[in-house]
């Protein structure tokens, strides 16, 4: 069964430094969905993707995160310039277009900033 | 934006036994889905229920649309069950939205 990939499972960085999580999404599928959970809280929607643009994004993603689709495969999130407070766990979603509404999950990657 | 909420926020069961974990929402929806986050924080989803009835093995789910509320019952609980159970509501193409999560611990 076609599922969502995401590496690394786990990065540790250091505040300041830029972060590159990458996912590949289910082959036929054409939106795309970061999401990001903290430690204890629920899991919160950051960005989703479609035909090479961001089609909607929540406050959380400010001018220090952008994505991307550099080839036909894989979709990344950026972190600029890492912050204490963005560790989380990482999650990327896909969604078929037509088709219908149900989100698949990726395992997600764990970010920590030390 | 949709509200969602889930009862209770915490459970703890003996093997064996049964469970019913609620998720209410505020508005009309058109995507439903239920998680479960393993203690390695991964989310495994286990139903896409917007409407309707469906079962695999000891769980299943129910949602009633115009009631705006999903159950998501275990029977007969194994401790592979522990972890948080997420529900999650969107509407068309949008985004998801989650809940807080029940956090189920089965004990032996």
């Known amino acids: 069964e076609p599922e969502v990939t995401q590496t690394p499972s786990h990065q540790v960085t250091q505040m300041g430094q830029e972060v590159i999580l990458r996912c590949v999404p289910i082959s036929n599928h054409l939106y795309f969905y970061w999401y990001r959970q903290i430690l204890g809280q629920k899991v919160e929607f950051l960005v989703s993707f479609y035909n090479n643009e961001i089609s909607e994004k929540s406050e959380i993603f400010d001018d220090q995160f952008s994505v991307e689709r550099p080839d036909g495969s894989n979709f990344t999130l950026k972190i600029r310039s890492t912050k204490l407070e963005d560790s989380a766990m990482y999650f990327c979603?896909?969604?078929?277009?037509?088709?219908?509404?149900?989100?698949?999950f990726g395992p997600g990657t764990r970010l920590t900033v030390l | 934006g949709i509200q969602v909420e889930q009862s209770p926020p915490d459970l703890i069961l003996q093997e064996g036994a049964n469970s019913t974990l609620r998720c209410n929402f505020s508005d009309s929806v058109n995507n439903l889905q239920w998680f479960h986050q393993n203690p390695w924080g991964q989310l495994i989803n286990l139903f896409y229920?917007?409407?309707g009835t469906k079962q695999n093995g000891r769980l299943s789910a129910t949602t009633v649309a115009t009631e705006r509320y999903s159950l998501l019952y275990i029977s007969s609980s194994q401790t592979t069950d522990s972890g948080v159970y997420f529900c999650a509501v969107g509407n068309g193409y949008s985004t998801l939205t989650f809940g807080k999560g029940t956090m189920l611990l089965v004990s032996p």
């Open positions: 979603a896909s969604r078929e277009v037509p088709g219908g509404n149900e989100q698949f």
């Open positions: 229920i917007p409407s």
